[in-house]
T-cell receptor
Framework: DQQVKQNSPSLSVQEGRISILNCDYTNSMFDYFLWYKKYPAEGPTFLISISSIKDKNEDGRFTVFLNKSAKHLSLHIVPSQPGDSAVYFCAASKGKAAGNKLTFGGGTRVLVKP | NAGVTQTPKFRVLKTGQSMTLLCAQDMNHEYMYWYRQDPGMGLRLIHYSVGEGTTAKGEVPDGYNVSRLKKQNFLLGLESAAPSQTSVYFC??????????????FGPGTRLTVL
């Protein structure tokens, strides 16, 4: 069973508007969450993360929100730019005791239209 | 500082052939990982290592072997390739020190086709 799910396989948004990507998880042992961005023919690159002791983390245009009770996190991109067109993966970790292993969602493909 | 590099970038194998994928990192990271990415399935962990000389199974280890003889290198081997192993393979590394460092840094990937 998938422990981390991204239920929207794709998202289309106009340049300058907000992109909201969602991610749900089932395992309450996850205590650290990350978002990665992936362009075609490249490896994933780290975007932003959040610890389970926080409910929000912001870095420039990117903000991640965590709702522990709902086991849900979201990534907001404001404003969206054409260069943000990529596949976004959310990932969850149980920390060093579990080898810092990450469990990934299936990804959401974002298209930002000029 | 090259980060994480992978060799080769592309490879085509016939069923039953063997090959080794090489991953190298220059960040002095303790932990290294091999993933495969298939359409719609995200990245799935094949094997990982928490230090030189150690390896452990991930989510999808069958058909693969790994070795970590040097801290900076992590090798992924396919002894008898099957068409189901057609995929894009990514290597990653993470800090693994006393301060928490869950962030993994990825290589550019190897696209493998098994005919």
């Amino acid at each position: 069973d998938q422990q981390v799910k991204q239920n929207s396989p794709s998202l289309s948004v106009q340049e300058g508007r907000i992109s909201i990507l969602n991610c749900d998880y089932t395992n309450s042992m996850f205590d650290y969450f990350l978002w990665y961005k992936k362009y075609p023919a490249e490896g994933p690159t780290f975007l932003i993360s959040i610890s389970s002791i926080k409910d929000k983390n912001e870095d420039g245009r990117f903000t991640v929100f965590l709702n522990k009770s709902a086991k849900h996190l979201s990534l907001h991109i404001v404003p969206s730019q054409p260069g943000d067109s990529a596949v976004y993966f959310c990932a969850a970790s149980k920390g060093k005791a579990a080898g810092n292993k990450l469990t990934f969602g299936g990804g959401t493909r974002v298209l930002v239209k000029p | 500082n090259a980060g994480v590099t992978q060799t080769p970038k592309f490879r085509v194998l016939k069923t039953g052939q063997s090959m080794t994928l090489l991953c190298a990192q220059d960040m002095n990271h303790e932990y290294m990982y091999w993933y495969r990415q298939d359409p719609g399935m995200g990245l799935r962990l094949i094997h990982y290592s928490v230090g030189e000389g150690t390896t452990a199974k991930g989510e999808v280890p069958d058909g693969y072997n790994v070795s970590r003889l040097k801290k900076q290198n992590f090798l992924l081997g396919l002894e008898s390739a099957a068409p189901s192993q057609t995929s894009v393979y990514f290597c990653a590394s993470s800090y693994g020190g006393p301060v928490r460092g869950d962030t993994q840094y990825f290589g550019p990937g190897t696209r493998l086709t098994v005919l």
